[in-house]
C-alpha cells in the first residue's frame, strides 16, 4: 500500500503542492472514482490509478537510457560540474544512480536506474556485461593491434598475487575513418576496469581522441536521442538487461 501523493509523486506527475492541487480539482480517479484525499492509500499494483484522463502503469523500478554529453559527470552528486542527473529534467530522480561510470569527456549510452539489484547484476564481474565503444584515434591502428587488444593487453594493473593482469578477451572491429581523417574502431569489453579503453589504446602505442558508448548489452544507444536527451526504457530493453 501507498499513498496516493507519494505514487502520484513517483510518477513525477508533479510537487507535492501540484498533486494536492490536482486532486482537489478531481483530476485524479481511483478505480473510476475521483480521488477526494491525497494522502488515502492505495494499492499501488492493482488499483487504476488515473489522471487527467490517461491510466499510471505502476513500476516498481525506474530505467532510463541517456545520450551523455562530454563535461557532465556520471555521478549523482557534484560540487563543481553537471551531473547525469540534472540532465533528467522533469523526472523524479530520487535514488536513481547511472549503471557504470563513464569519464567525464566520454559520451555516448549511460542507463539510470533505482533497481540496485540490476546494477549489481551487470556490474559483477562473474556477469559483467558486454558494453560496446566507438574510439576515435590519434593514429592509425594496425590489424595486429587489433588483435592484441582482442586478445588481452598489460594496462599496468596487478592481481593480488603480484601477477600481471591482462584485460579478458575483447572484440575490436574496425569501423569507416571519421571527418577528420582518423582511424575509428569499435571496441567490444567484458569488463570495466578504470579508464580502460583509454588504457588499453595507450598499451598499443595509441591515443583515444574521442570515445562514446554505443551499446550495453542487447540495448544501443538511441539514434532518436541527441546529446543531452533521454527516453525511458522499453519493457524489452528491460527484460533484456535482466536475462543478461
Ligand atoms: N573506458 C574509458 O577509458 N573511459 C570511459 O569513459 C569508459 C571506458
Redesign the pocket.
Known sequence: MKRLDKFLGDQGIGTRKEIKDYVKNGVVKVNGIVAKKPDMHIDEENDEVVFMGQILVYEKFRYYMLNKPADVVSATKDGKSITVLNLLKNENVKGLSPVG???KD?EGLLILTDDGGLIHSLLSPTKHVD?E?EVHLEHEISSSDIKKLEEGVDIGDIKKSGEKDITLPAKCRLGEKDEKGRSVIYLTLHE?RF?????MLEAVGNK?EY?K?VRMGAVILDSNLDFGEYRRLTLEEIESLKNN
Do not use: A, E, I, P
Open positions: 561510470r563513464l569519464d566520454t558494453k565503444y570495466g579508464h580502460q579503453v583509454k588504457r583515444v570515445l558508448r
